[in-house]
């Protein structure tokens, strides 16, 4: 396969390339945070890692970028990591300009390593909760549902889930993995491109383009294999050009489905076809095939019917010409399929449809983190992803489903409100009647999701409500008193699942539930 970049270069992209001279002014911006008493370490971490990005493989930059964030480590207690830092540096000093320097690093990191004692700290991960399973019994086909969800079409609702059983609030229905996911830009140069997991310390770099960062040799390789190698040389074109990361998202659920099938145009076109003509159900597709139903599942998810002269329409239809042109260019793509079929027009079809979907089923996965002054804490995006099955959930103002994002990267439905058997599950698609008014939802809703709302918080016009804050809570939250959220939580659902009230959760509830839930299974930072 030709060189990425060159190919880029010669298709008049905005091509992503390694700079030196970039990688050194980057480092000594990081040196600003870093010393002068200035102490701002993780900005420091993050701008040595785009110096770490931006410098070449073996290159006098990198390896200073190495042993600067090696020193971060030992400031912020993190010997293991520094270890592996002065161990990436001393691979990149191909000159041996650090040899001395770095010795005497390694044997300081060593010594401070042996004499470091585990203190135990309230935020490490013993202190976490069990890992979070189905409160049911899951399909045998589908381990990630549980058996009482099925799947139903109306006129009204189109494809929805609803439940033959009783649910009850804090019932998990659901556990889903994103088939794709991109980081936010503030979170690029802070966790693995491929995991999304947090790791400033001892991120590694693409070899080939300055966006992309990994947590381990791993996760590199299987974003190679998966889709990073058709977008290697483009990344930096498309998120340049479009500043739209649904834009990206779409691009990797082409590129994986066509990687899913090991570039055999010809069984995924099939595929793609039989999914075109058939009703599919995807609660009875065998998930334990992995990947090619996950493609299934993302492919027949719906889309917003626009007029082919709106003018968003118009620009997805340019964007998936693009995307096709750059698709079919790839030798390795085109060697499965027949000769006589080129120039692949369904391929351009495939591309076009994923950015429908993904204009509609792609969620900010979150983090709550607490924002200074004010000590309090807030969700914040960073991610956006697709999943196959949380977003057959439709919505609603006042939802009886809340989707939490784990901290080992899948995404939670959990009930919020009493269902009964026969009851359908509404999550929500970020126009929640507690924080905004009718007529703002119904309109954002229109926009984006192509319906007009009427829910129950519509039709009856649910008053809003004031962000319920509770220091106590921020307190729980800040010292990782993980002992008191789960005693608390399962206090509240005593309560309100025993038939304290009326078994509905008030505004004060659910705000407390979803704290708990945050500090035992979702990422918060301090």
């Excluded at 008493?37 to 785009?50: F, G, I, P, S, T």
């Excluded at 939802?441 to 009856?460: I, M, P, S």
């Amino acid at each position: 396969m030709a060189d990425n970049s060159q190919r880029a270069g010669q298709q008049g992209l905005l091509v992503d390339g390694k700079d030196n001279r970039k990688a050194a002014e980057l480092c000594v911006e990081g040196n600003a945070m870093h010393y002068n008493n200035v102490k701002r370490y993780m900005d420091a971490v993050k701008l040595y890692n785009r110096s770490i990005a931006y410098s070449t493989k073996g290159s006098p930059q990198r390896a200073q970028a190495y042993w600067e964030r090696s020193k971060v480590c030992v400031k912020l207690n993190q010997y293991a990591d520094c270890q592996q830092n002065l161990r990436l540096a001393r691979d990149s000093d191909g000159p041996g300009l650090l040899r001395r320097k770095l010795d005497e690093s390694e044997r300081c990191a060593r010594s401070m390593l042996l004499s470091a004692t585990d203190d135990a700290t309230p935020g490490s991960s013993r202190h976490g909760a069990a890992p979070l399973k189905l409160s049911f019994p899951a399909y045998e086909n589908a381990p990630r549902v549980a058996n009482c969800l099925e799947m139903r079409r109306s006129p009204q609702y189109g494809r929805y889930l609803q439940t033959n059983k009783a649910l009850k609030v804090g019932d998990v229905v659901m556990i889903d993995e994103p088939y794709v996911s991109v980081l936010e830009p503030e979170f690029c140069y802070a966790r693995c491109d491929h995991c999304q997991r947090p790791a400033p310390f001892t991120l590694i770099p693409c070899e080939r383009c300055t966006k992309a960062m990994y947590c381990s040799k791993n996760c590199l390789r299987r974003a190679r294999t998966e889709y990073h190698e058709f977008e290697c040389a483009l990344v930096h074109h498309l998120t340049e050009t479009t500043r739209d990361p649904v834009v990206l998202l779409a691009w990797r659920a082409v590129t994986r489905a066509i990687s899913t099938y090991r570039y055999n145009l010809r069984h995924l076109k099939q595929r793609r076809n039989y999914l075109s003509r058939t009703e599919v159900n995807p609660l009875m597709l065998n998930w334990v095939d992995g990947q090619k139903i996950a493609f299934s599942a993302v492919y027949i998810l719906a889309s917003l019917p626009r007029a082919p002269n709106d003018p968003v329409e118009a620009r997805i239809a340019q964007i998936s010409r693009e995307m096709h042109c750059h698709l079919v260019s790839e030798n390795g793509q085109t060697a499965n399929d027949d000769s006589g079929s080129v120039p692949y027009p369904w391929v351009g079809e495939m591309c076009y449809r994923f950015l429908k979907v993904m204009q509609c089923n792609a969620r900010p996965a979150q983090l709550t983190r607490r924002d200074e002054p004010e000590g309090q804490y807030r969700a914040v995006p960073f991610a956006l992803r697709c999943h196959p099955l949380i977003s057959l959930l439709n919505h609603s103002c006042a939802p009886n489903v809340k989707c939490f994002d784990l901290r080992d990267g899948r995404c939670s439905a959990v009930v919020i409100q009493p269902i009964a058997a026969g009851g359908q599950l509404f999550t929500n698609y970020g126009y929640d009647y507690l924080q905004t008014g009718r007529d703002e939802r119904r309109e954002g809703l229109q926009r984006v999701f192509g319906f007009t709302c009427n829910c129950d918080a519509c039709e009856n016009n649910y008053p809003t409500a004031e962000p319920f804050r509770s220091g106590l809570m921020d307190i729980i939250l800040h010292t990782r008193d993980m002992k008191t959220a789960f005693r608390n939580m399962a206090k509240l659902l005593a309560e309100v699942n025993e038939g304290v009230g009326d078994g509905r959760m008030c505004h004060q509830q659910l705000a407390k539930l979803e704290r708990y839930f945050q500090l035992l299974y979702c990422e918060v930072v301090n």
